[in-house]
Structure formats: C-alpha cells, structure tokens
C-alpha cells in the first residue's frame, strides 16, 4: 500500500469512527458501516436495526481528513445527517 493509499484508508477509518460517535449521541448503534465509491465521490452508509444514513463525501475530503483539513466541516456534516433522525 502506497502512501496516498494508507492516507485515504486512514481518512475512512477515522471518518466511520466520528460518525460512530455521533449516532452514539443519538442512540444508535451500527449494525454495519460500509463505504460505496460512486464516481469521484464517496458514501458512508451507516445501518442500524431501524435506520440508514447516508453520508456523501468528495475523495479529497476523505484523503486530507487525517491531516485536519477542512474537519469541522466533515464534522458538522456527520453531526447533521444523525442530527435529522431526530427531527
């Protein structure tokens, strides 16, 4: 695995694991996370008993997350996608 790849795995693993917090928050618990590359994008479904979250991210986003670039917008994407549930 080359470095660009290590990266991109890196920024997955850490995105699934903020979106595991956040729908802690919330109450749920994954059954499964799984990641679906369509095009140049990429989703983060997010299954549980009851629900299915899906969370659109560009490559890049998910490629520079380990090195903080633009998190807080990540972040508040995750936040908001689990944050409608409870609507």
């Given at each position: 695995m080359d470095v660009e790849?290590?990266?991109f795995a890196?920024?997955?693993?850490?995105i699934a694991e903020v979106a595991?917090?956040?729908a802690g928050q919330h109450g749920l618990q994954p059954r499964k996370i799984?990641?679906?590359?369509?095009g140049f994008d990429l989703m983060l479904i997010f299954e549980t008993d009851r629900h299915q979250v899906d969370?659109?991210?560009s490559v890049d986003?998910?490629?520079?997350?380990?090195e903080g670039v633009g998190n807080d917008v990540t972040k508040?994407?995750?936040?908001?996608?689990?944050a409608g549930l409870s609507i």
């Open positions: 790849e290590e990266k890196e920024g997955k693993k850490q595991t917090r956040y799984r990641w679906d590359e369509r969370i659109p991210f986003e998910v490629a520079y997350y380990p508040r994407k995750i936040r908001d996608k689990f």
